[in-house]
């Protein structure tokens, strides 16, 4: 895969604030790339110094090989979906979409197969003439994404562009993103505080707190190897304890030697530990590693909301059996559910 | 609410008093004769067929083109002046704004009559103009004083209706613009003018509409013998006692106010259903 867009140790600050601390991050050619963190942790502003739209204090940004911190938004080769789609009220679904293309001087031919091209991509073929004041908000988000595709961008940025629909349409919408990105066959860089939308969509998440990254990797990577507390704590749901590397595959925590499958640690270095809630079984008290009282059980749907509670801690499973509450249980996990991570780089 | 309600009935009590009955009464003599009493009057048209003589159209007709002028430089100037105040930082604007409405302090007369010490042949302008040893201007009692005294005066209208509209357009718009190729002079013409049209309309509004019928301005700054319909009407009632002739000026005045009021609205309220329409959605 081709390098596409490189942020070099990017500085920003607002007053007396950083908003962000030196940020590196390289985007290759038609990834679908996630920023994702909790507000405030600089993941727009990040976006919009790549729109242009704000300027670094310090550090570059080359986009194909080349420097743009300089560019204005409007010679960078990048279009935007914006948080509230800002659609242009005084102007109808065609108006809208045919905007770039009339900038740029198209012969109205040209942008009138453009414009049904995209409209038919997003599923909105005979909206041409409504007023985009009188579209649902799911219907504005497909102008918006037309609007900008249609002058067919090397990379679309889209700001929590799902932010105000309601959830089922949000998931419709998610897929619908995916499928867009695959059918355009771009870079699409996309920014939200929704875990469970950055773990559906994306090839790459980034994760960001505090204007620093993280960690970046692949949905599963994040998931399942957390490199630090704070992406355990933010994607999924996890029991996070603190514990003693002893060796390499031996883990201490809550008094108990477990055997895992981490190594190269230091020698009885204190580490983190996660188990997801769905990765722990209840079993019968002899067979438990770890021995407790049920206190709660909350049904969620698909799977009950478990807590118990053990000599040192409260521990929550995901589990598809109904358990009695207040009974004696065991916590059953294999040594591959326990993931370990060092403390450096923590918050 | 109903207590509430009451306090406004001694206020309807007044306004009738003070607003509609002269009105009724003007009215009332623009359709009869001079020389009426309660008890014997008769009705007529003629002050309405007087006014269809050339020399009082021709009054109208100044008046209205005065009043465009002024509209149409209260435009020019104030449209760019409300943009930049619209750009400035938030601080800056209200200074900026004070210092739009800082004249409207005055009243309006004294300052009318300050343009006359400028602009009279012994005024500041001519005293410059003989130290430098130009030979001296005639800027009283022109279209020239008139209309500047006008664009003056009504300005700080124009400016902050459509600073107003400005001030609110959202910024995501500007960028979206931007992003999609627009450069600054392209976003200006295809998304603000555009977009700022109401607060233009409203201001067309609140400067021509006193344009057209205001007398002060054109008797200071354009002499004696500089008539507009205001004046027209002012002199018909004060100086030669024709209340009936100028009752009747004054309903045409009214009925062509009413007209131009009626064509801007209904400007404004197609732009508006746009807008409104997009709350809804």
């Given at each position: 895969?081709?390098?596409?867009?490189e942020?070099?140790?990017?500085?920003?600050?607002?007053?007396?604030?950083i908003?962000?601390?030196?940020?590196?991050l390289?985007?290759?050619?038609?990834?679908?790339?996630?920023?994702?963190?909790?507000?405030?942790c600089?993941?727009?502003t990040?976006?919009?110094?790549?729109?242009?739209?704000?300027?670094?204090?310090?550090?570059?940004?080359?986009?194909?090989?080349i420097?743009?911190?300089?560019?204005?938004?409007?010679?960078r080769?990048?279009?935007?979906?914006?948080?509230?789609?800002?659609?242009?009220?005084?102007?109808?679904?065609?108006?809208?979409i045919?905007?770039?293309?009339?900038?740029?001087?198209?012969?109205e031919?040209?942008?009138?197969?453009?414009?049904?091209?995209?409209?038919?991509?997003?599923?909105?073929?005979?909206?041409?003439?409504?007023?985009?004041?009188?579209?649902?908000?799911?219907?504005?988000?497909?102008?918006?994404?037309?609007?900008?595709?249609?002058?067919?961008?090397?990379?679309?940025?889209?700001?929590?562009?799902?932010?105000?629909?309601?959830?089922?349409?949000?998931?419709?919408?998610?897929?619908?993103?995916?499928?867009?990105?695959?059918?355009?066959?771009?870079?699409?860089i996309?920014?939200?505080?929704?875990?469970?939308?950055?773990?559906t969509?994306?090839?790459?998440?980034?994760v960001?707190?505090?204007?620093?990254?993280q960690?970046?990797g692949?949905?599963?990577?994040?998931?399942?190897?957390p490199e630090?507390?704070?992406?355990?704590?933010?994607?999924?749901?996890?029991?996070?304890?603190?514990?003693?590397?002893?060796d390499?595959?031996?883990?201490?925590?809550?008094?108990?030697?477990?055997?895992?499958v981490?190594?190269?640690?230091?020698?009885?270095?204190?580490?983190?530990?996660?188990?997801?809630?769905?990765?722990?079984?209840?079993?019968?008290?002899?067979?438990?590693?770890?021995?407790?009282?049920?206190?709660?059980?909350?049904?969620?749907?698909?799977?009950?909301?478990?807590?118990?509670?053990?000599p040192?801690?409260?521990?929550?499973?995901?589990?598809?059996?109904?358990?009695?509450?207040g009974?004696?249980?065991?916590?059953?996990?294999?040594?591959?559910?326990?993931?370990?991570?060092?403390?450096?780089?923590?918050? | 609410?109903?207590?509430?309600?009451?306090?406004?009935?001694?206020?309807l009590?007044?306004?009738?008093?003070?607003?509609?009955?002269?009105?009724?009464?003007?009215?009332?003599?623009?359709?009869t004769?001079?020389?009426?009493?309660?008890?014997?009057?008769?009705?007529?048209?003629?002050?309405?067929?007087?006014?269809?003589?050339?020399?009082?159209?021709?009054?109208?007709?100044r008046?209205?083109?005065?009043?465009?002028?002024?509209?149409?430089?209260?435009?020019?100037?104030?449209?760019?002046?409300?943009?930049?105040?619209?750009?400035?930082?938030?601080?800056?604007?209200?200074?900026l704004?004070?210092?739009?409405?800082?004249?409207?302090?005055i009243?309006?007369?004294?300052?009318?009559?300050?343009?006359?010490?400028?602009?009279?042949?012994?005024?500041?302008?001519?005293?410059?103009?003989?130290?430098?040893?130009l030979?001296?201007?005639?800027?009283?009692?022109?279209?020239?004083?008139?209309?500047?005294?006008?664009?003056?005066?009504?300005?700080?209208?124009m400016?902050?209706?459509?600073?107003?509209?400005?001030?609110?357009?959202?910024?995501?718009?500007?960028?979206?613009?931007?992003?999609?190729?627009?450069?600054?002079?392209?976003?200006?013409?295809?998304?603000?003018?555009?977009?700022?049209?109401p607060?233009?309309?409203?201001?067309?509004t609140?400067?021509?509409?006193?344009?057209?019928?205001?007398?002060?301005?054109?008797k200071?700054?354009?002499?004696?013998?500089?008539?507009?319909?205001?004046n027209?009407?002012?002199?018909?009632?004060?100086?030669?006692?024709?209340w009936?002739?100028?009752?009747?000026?004054s309903?045409?005045?009214?009925?062509?106010?009413?007209?131009?009021?009626?064509?801007?609205?209904?400007?404004?309220?197609?732009?508006?259903?746009?807008?409104?329409?997009?709350?809804?959605?």
């Amino acid at each position: 895969m081709k390098k596409l867009i490189e942020f070099k140790n990017i500085v920003k600050g607002f007053d007396d604030t950083i908003v962000l601390k030196g940020i590196n991050l390289t985007i290759f050619e038609n990834e679908f790339v996630t920023l994702l963190g909790p507000s405030g942790c600089g993941k727009t502003t990040l976006l919009r110094i790549l729109g242009g739209f704000i300027e670094q204090n310090n550090g570059q940004v080359f986009f194909d090989g080349i420097e743009i911190s300089k560019l204005p938004p409007y010679k960078r080769e990048i279009n935007t979906v914006f948080q509230r789609y800002a659609l242009f009220p005084h102007m109808n679904v065609y108006d809208n979409i045919a905007f770039g293309l009339r900038i740029k001087k198209t012969s109205e031919d040209i942008i009138s197969q453009k414009v049904e091209k995209m409209l038919q991509l997003v599923g909105l073929v005979g909206f041409e003439k409504r007023a985009v004041t009188l579209l649902s908000g799911g219907q504005q988000q497909r102008v918006a994404i037309a609007r900008a595709l249609v002058n067919e961008p090397m990379v679309l940025l889209l700001d929590e562009p799902l932010g105000a629909l309601d959830l089922k349409l949000r998931k419709e919408m998610q897929i619908e993103l995916k499928k867009i990105q695959k059918e355009v066959g771009i870079t699409f860089i996309y920014v939200t505080h929704d875990q469970e939308e950055a773990l559906t969509m994306s090839d790459k998440i980034v994760v960001m707190n505090e204007g620093e990254i993280q960690q970046i990797g692949t949905p599963t990577d994040i998931y399942n190897e957390p490199e630090n507390r704070f992406v355990a704590d933010f994607i999924g749901e996890s029991n996070i304890l603190e514990g003693i590397m002893h060796d390499d595959y031996v883990v201490n925590f809550d008094g108990i030697t477990f055997e895992c499958v981490d190594y190269g640690f230091h020698d009885n270095e204190d580490v983190d530990i996660v188990v997801r809630p769905e990765d722990i079984d209840i079993v019968s008290v002899e067979q438990g590693k770890i021995k407790g009282e049920v206190i709660s059980s909350l049904f969620k749907g698909v799977h009950f909301e478990v807590f118990v509670k053990s000599p040192q801690r409260l521990w929550m499973i995901h589990t598809t059996d109904p358990v009695v509450i207040g009974s004696q249980v065991g916590l059953f996990f294999y040594p591959e559910d326990i993931h370990v991570m060092s403390k450096l780089g923590a918050y | 609410m109903k207590l509430y309600r009451s306090f406004v009935q001694p206020y309807l009590f007044w306004m009738s008093i003070l607003i509609v009955v002269p009105m009724l009464l003007i009215v009332f003599y623009a359709f009869t004769t001079s020389g009426n009493d309660i008890i014997s009057f008769r009705f007529t048209l003629d002050n309405f067929l007087k006014f269809g003589e050339p020399i009082f159209l021709r009054v109208l007709l100044r008046s209205l083109s005065i009043a465009l002028t002024t509209t149409v430089i209260s435009i020019i100037i104030g449209y760019p002046v409300a943009y930049f105040i619209a750009q400035a930082n938030e601080k800056n604007q209200t200074l900026l704004i004070m210092l739009v409405t800082i004249p409207m302090w005055i009243n309006m007369l004294v300052r009318t009559y300050a343009w006359i010490g400028i602009l009279s042949e012994n005024g500041i302008i001519n005293n410059i103009m003989t130290g430098l040893g130009l030979p001296t201007l005639n800027l009283m009692y022109t279209d020239f004083a008139v209309i500047l005294g006008m664009v003056y005066n009504f300005l700080p209208f124009m400016i902050l209706s459509i600073y107003t509209v400005l001030a609110k357009l959202d910024k995501a718009l500007i960028n979206a613009s931007y992003d999609l190729g627009a450069n600054k002079t392209q976003t200006f013409m295809k998304v603000v003018l555009p977009l700022s049209v109401p607060g233009i309309i409203s201001g067309i509004t609140l400067v021509f509409l006193p344009a057209v019928s205001t007398f002060v301005i054109p008797k200071f700054l354009g002499g004696g013998n500089y008539v507009l319909i205001g004046n027209l009407i002012e002199t018909q009632f004060i100086t030669v006692g024709e209340w009936n002739f100028g009752s009747a000026i004054s309903m045409i005045m009214a009925s062509v106010i009413m007209l131009s009021m009626f064509i801007t609205k209904r400007f404004d309220q197609d732009l508006e259903e746009r807008q409104s329409r997009k709350e809804v959605g």
